[in-house]
Each structure stands twice: as C-alpha cells, then as structure tokens.
C-alpha cells in the first residue's frame, strides 16, 4: 500500500510538522516517585522521534503541587523539575521530531496515594475505580489557583523548549470532569449550561495564552463521545470545538470515553440484569473505550473525529487504535489532519520511517494485547509483548551489537521465542539455524490468530514469518531436532525453544479420544455435525475457542473452577472480552468443580455460596481449594473440548546438557506464560548468543 496521504508535510498553528504521523500521550511509569525525568524517559521518547514521528506528546504531566494522579507521574509544577523536562526536548528534537508536552490536573485520580489532600473535583463526584477516595468541591479561588497553575506550567514548558501544549480535557480528569454532565452538577457559573461548563477549559486556555502567547500552539484532548447519559455527546464535543477554537486552540485531538463509559451497563448484563444487545460493550467499557483491546473493533472513534472536522477550521487529530492503512484512508477521505498511533509507536517506533519508505510489511504490529497498560497497573515501567526493547532503549540490555566471534546457532522451534531469538542473533552476524519440526513457522502462534477478533496477532505472525523469510537465518521446516543431529552437525550454542502443548489433567475421561484438543478446534478440526460444544476451561484458551465456536453459529458452554472467566487477562481488556462472550450467547457456569468427561456432557460439582459477578473494587483472588457442596450439575452437548492449561512441552534441553554442550531454554519450553515472556527472553538469548 501507498501511503501519500500519512506522509505530507503539515502544521498546527505557527508548528510545522515533518509528516501526518503524531505519538499522543501515554503513560511509561518510567519516572521518580516524585515526578522527576529519569533517563529512561528520555531514551523512550527519543527512541520514538529518531523513528520519524512528526510529533511526539508526552505523558500527562501534573500541573499542580501535591496532586499527583500515581507516584511517579511526571510533573512540572514547580521549576525544580524544568532542567529534566529540558533535557526531554532536546532529546525530541535531536530525533527531528517536534515535542509537545500534555497538561493534566488529575481531579478525582489527584487522590491521597501522593499526598493527604482530597481530590479536587467540580461536585464532589468520585469514580468506581477509587471507592472511597478523598473527595473536595473546588472553591472559585481553588479553581483560579489551578488555572494559573496551568498558565505557569505551560510557561515552564516553552522555556524548556517545547513547541505545543495540549490540555488533556478527556477520559475522566479534572477538565473533563468540569465539561462534563456527569460529574459536573455545579449550580454556579462553572456548571449548568455548556458554555458554563466550558468556563474552566476557556479560562485554562487564556492563562496558557497569557503566560505563552497566543502564537504558541494549544491541542485540546476532547471525547467526541462519552456513553453516559448525562454526559458529552457528539453534538455537544462538537460545540465544545467550536467554543476552542474560538478560543485561540490549534487543534482538536479527538478521543473517545471517560472512566465510567458504559460501567453500570456492563455490569447490569453481566449480572443477567441486562441483556447485551445493543449496548455496544464489546466496542469497550471504561478506560478499553479509548484503549481497545483486540476484541474490540478499531478506530471507534474515526466518525467523531470527521463530523467534528465539519464544523471546524483547524486541524483535528484523529486517534483510537488506527492502524497505518486505516490512518491513510482516513487522511485520504478529508476526515481529519493528523493520525495519532499509539500503542503502535510502542510496538514498533520506527513504523513512521517504514510508512515513508512504503515497506508496510516491514512494520512490526502492535498486538493491542494492552499489556503495556497492564505493567503500568502493577507499577511497572512500560513493557511491550512484540517490543523487547521497550524500557530499555539505548541501555545494555537492548543493544544488538555485531558479534566480536561469529558463532554457529541452532534455534530449536520457531513460535514467538524461537524466530525472535534467531533473528536476534543473526543481526548480531551468527550463522543461525532454525529447526521446525511441522510445515509452517509459528508455533503456537498458528492457532492464536485464527479466530478473526484475533487479527492484530495474525499480523503479527506475517510479520514474524516475513522477517524470519528475508533474513539469512537458513529455516529447516519438517525437521524435528534429535539427539542423532548431534553428531552430524556442530552448533555452538543450542536455543530450545520448543513451546508448551495441551494439557490434559487426571480427571476421569478428559483422556479418552474424543475430548477435543482445543487447538485442533482452532484448526477446523471437529465434528462438523455437532451443534453443541460444551467447553472446560475458562482461562484464555477456553474463552476464545468458546467465542471461536460461537462466532461460526454453534452452541457453547463453558465452566470452570474460576471464579471469573479469563482473569489472565488485563482487566482494561476483560471488560471487552467478558462483553464479547456475552454478545456471543456464550452461556458461562463458573466455580464448578469438574469431576469428569464423557463424550457429550461434563459432570461437575457447584459450589452452592456462588455470588454474582463482582464490581472491581469487590474482586477477589480464586480458592480453589474451597469446599464445593452443592448439587452435582451436569452440561450436556454434542461434543466436550478440554481447555484446562498448557504444559511446557521440552524433550531435549536435559540430553543436550548431558552432552556437554552449551544450551538456554526460553520461551513456554520453560513454562506457559505470555507472548510477551517469550519474545523477552527470545530477544535476550539472540542478544547473548
């Protein structure tokens, strides 16, 4: 594909960009406890602009002395924090792209996890996501001090060196907050009508002015929509743009959602309150409206973006989970000016350089996995599940240097660890071979993205396969590796990457030849005649070959002893999936105990204290070794799939130590675990080698 359109030079107010491509915010949790740039900030976001992005946006960054959204939010809110932020610009700008900085007050989330303050917010309306947090109405003079303290911190800013603002007025802080129905319930002249609620925003954006000029671009975040009744609506983001505009603001970055987008809905339909149809929640609940994860469709909202471009004359910003193409396409169709990449500029932050030099198919996919966010949510620095290098950039420990001694290697399986862990050392120089004992490189990887809401990692897969193709890596298919080898070929180094297998546990039946083997369904392979399945297992597994089935027409059950389906899962992405599964007509039976396995039914038995679906503040870890006293309850169908795990599946590494000879397992082959373990240590072994 061409891509014209994502390569034209642009501008944003008095800012001349390089090409349409722009990085948006997201948070890294790569700086101090108390805000400060670190060195690996830095590395990251230069990393992105040497990649040829035209823009790159940080993280949101804390406007206010004390109020902190998580320890280790970025803030410039005093000058003690300018010579690191200075630091960051010139890194931007050194890769040739131009930096923006976000600026965000973080409202209800500013709570007492930094500090002993409450949250501020316009009427004292918290989230479902911090129940009981420290809640305080903001006082006209609290609401002043905070206006200025914007105007200061966009000072700040430009005397650092950064070329735009933006001011985050979406997804749920102290901007949106106020522009919002839903939270802002005020009865003065900061709440009630629209343009009330757009006082606070209007006033940010004349101290930003005062204290920078008005030549000094402004971006304004905004939710074109943001599924909740009282909330902002298309017509009313439209408005709000124009009011902006007005205002003196650049552009429009037009997102989509707030915390509590359709919450009460999921909830409701997961208790079997509510019937799913017609309430969109696979398209994304709360914070997956704006992060979709891989269930959920792409570019949600493209059609915000382009009616708010209707109605405004400066650039608008489009974004949420656009690919490449979809980002050509919609640039093509005069939709919007600019497209933000995300996740994408995480997966692979040279895709700007590859989209100018038309090598679509050199882009490494971003999997929408969201396991990025999930490090985050265990305060964890960034990682990525394609991207080994993330958090590491520049270090040590991502450098692929040229091998001092060319070595000979044999990568034994060629899933996500084995090709990342070829590939990784023949750019170091090493003769590599990869053994493949099927007709197709891949693994497991086969079956991951067969399902079609698995798309993202089919691409990944092509991209993998394309890479392992066009190297010099020498790829043996239908060869299994066997100890005989030894003798006929000298290696160097032996990587095992062998992968893990289904698991089938000592429950009475699950072996008999007709439980189908889940992978083999992913495969097609099952009876075609059947009109029921009925699923054990609802780790991830179980829940995509249920969703796989029921997507093709079928009937399907799924139980287990969990007490929630996929908890394996980041719950910003398990919403979606949960959604999913209900808009499929899946019928899930949770915290049975399965006794046992015929060819059309499971027997199980039910703990009698099961409790409704549980709100997130509710959840609880599993006990499997609870006492289930209930009733013996049986599932019947026309045919039982056992989906109860995966085992490391690794016959060779012992012999091969036992041989004398140097050898490092990766990837499953060590245990079952993510995509993301197995392409880390892939890297890591290739890096070694």
């Known amino acids: 594909m061409r891509y014209e359109n994502l390569v034209k030079p642009g501008r944003i107010g008095t800012m001349r960009l390089r090409n349409r491509m722009i990085m948006p915010p997201m948070e890294t949790w790569m700086a101090t406890r108390d805000g400060m740039v670190t060195d690996k900030v830095v590395n990251y976001y230069g990393r992105r602009a040497e990649g040829g992005v035209a823009l790159v946006t940080t993280e949101m960054i804390n406007t206010t002395p004390g109020t902190m959204a998580f320890p280790g939010e970025l803030t410039l809110a005093e000058d003690s924090y300018m010579p690191g932020m200075s630091r960051l610009a010139r890194t931007i700008h050194a890769g040739g792209a131009r930096a923006s900085l976000q600026l965000c007050h973080a409202g209800v989330f500013a709570h007492n996890i930094t500090s002993d303050l409450p949250a501020f917010t316009p009427s004292g309306i918290g989230t479902f996501q911090l129940p009981g947090a420290k809640l305080k109405v903001m006082t006209k003079a609290e609401i002043a001090q905070v206006v200025e303290d914007y105007g200061l911190a966009a ?64 971006i304004f975040r905004l939710p074109g929509e943001e599924y909740l009744a009282t909330g902002i609506t298309l017509e009313v983001a439209k408005q709000y743009s124009q009011l902006f505009e007005k205002a003196g603001v650049a552009a429009v970055h037009v997102t989509i959602g707030t915390l509590e987008s359709k919450y009460d809905d999921y909830m409701d339909v997961m208790r079997d309150k509510k019937k799913p149809e017609g309430n969109f929640l696979s398209k994304g609940v709360s914070s997956s409206v704006w992060i979709p994860p891989c269930y959920s469709p792409r ?47 995480i997966a692979d932050p040279d895709y700007p350089k590859k989209v100018m030099e038309g090598r679509g198919e050199d882009i490494r996919r971003c999997l929408r996995c969201n396991e990025c966010q999930g490090s985050g949510m265990e305060w964890q620095s960034i990682q990525c599940s394609v991207n080994p290098e993330v958090s590491m950039e520049y270090s040590n420990f991502a450098d692929v240097k040229p091998a001092e001694t060319k070595r000979r290697i044999a990568v034994i399986g060629s899933g996500p660890a084995g090709m990342e862990a070829a590939l990784t050392a023949s750019k170091r120089g090493h003769e590599v071979v990869l053994f493949e004992k099927s007709n197709r490189l891949g693994g497991l990887l086969h079956f991951v993205g067969k399902p079609d809401f698995k798309a993202d990692y089919r691409a990944y897969t092509q991209y993998m396969i394309h890479m392992v193709e066009k190297s010099r890596i020498d790829v043996r298919l239908n060869t299994e590796f066997n100890m005989e080898m030894l003798q006929d070929q000298h290696f160097d180094k032996y990587i095992v990457a062998t992968g893990s297998e289904h698991f089938v546990p000592n429950i009475p039946g699950a072996h008999e030849s007709h439980i189908l083997n889940p992978m083999d369904v992913l495969d097609d392979e099952y009876p075609q005649d059947a009109h029921s399945f009925v699923v054990a297992g609802a780790g991830l597994v179980g829940c995509e070959v249920s969703m796989y089935l029921a997507e093709k027409g079928y009937q399907v059950t799924m139980t287990d002893i969990l007490p929630e389906a996929g908890m394996a899962v980041m719950y ?60 013996q309850v049986e599932y019947k169908a026309d045919a039982v799939i056992c989906a109860l795990g995966m085992r490391s599946n690794d016959p060779l ?35 070694r080698a």
Request: proline share 4%; hydrophobic share 40%.
């Open 572 to 631: 910003y992405a398990r919403w979606a999936l949960d959604a999913k599964m209900k808009e499929d007509g899946i019928k899930i039976e949770l915290r049975n105990k399965i006794l046992s396995m015929d060819d059309d039914k499971i027997t199980c038995l039910a703990d009698k204290n099961r409790k409704p679906y549980a709100a997130l503040s509710e959840k609880l870890p599993p006990d499997p070794t609870a006492d289930f006293d209930g009733k």
């Open 155 to 218: 000072a700040r800013a430009k005397t650092c060196g950064f070329d735009a603002v933006e001011i985050h007025g979406a997804h749920g802080y102290l901007v949106n907050e106020f522009l919002s129905g839903y939270y802002n319930k005020r009865t003065d002249e900061y709440g009630g009508s629209l343009e009330n609620r757009a006082r606070f925003a209007l006033e940010i954006i004349a101290s930003i002015q005062k204290h920078c000029g008005r030549k000094f671009p402004i």
């Open 299 to 345: 570019g949600s909202a493209l059609p915000m973006a382009a009616a708010i471009k209707k109605v405004v004359k400066i650039p608008v910003i489009a974004v949420n989970s656009i690919s490449p193409e979809m980002g050509e396409k919609t640039l093509a169709a005069g939709n919007a000016d600019f497209v933000a990449l995300g996740r994408q500029s």
């Open 653 to 687: 590494s012992e012999q091969l130590i036992n041989a004398g000879v140097a050898v490092e397992v990766i990837g499953d082959a060590v245990k079952p675990r993510k995509i993301m373990n197995a392409v880390q240590e892939g890297f890591q072994a290739g890096r």
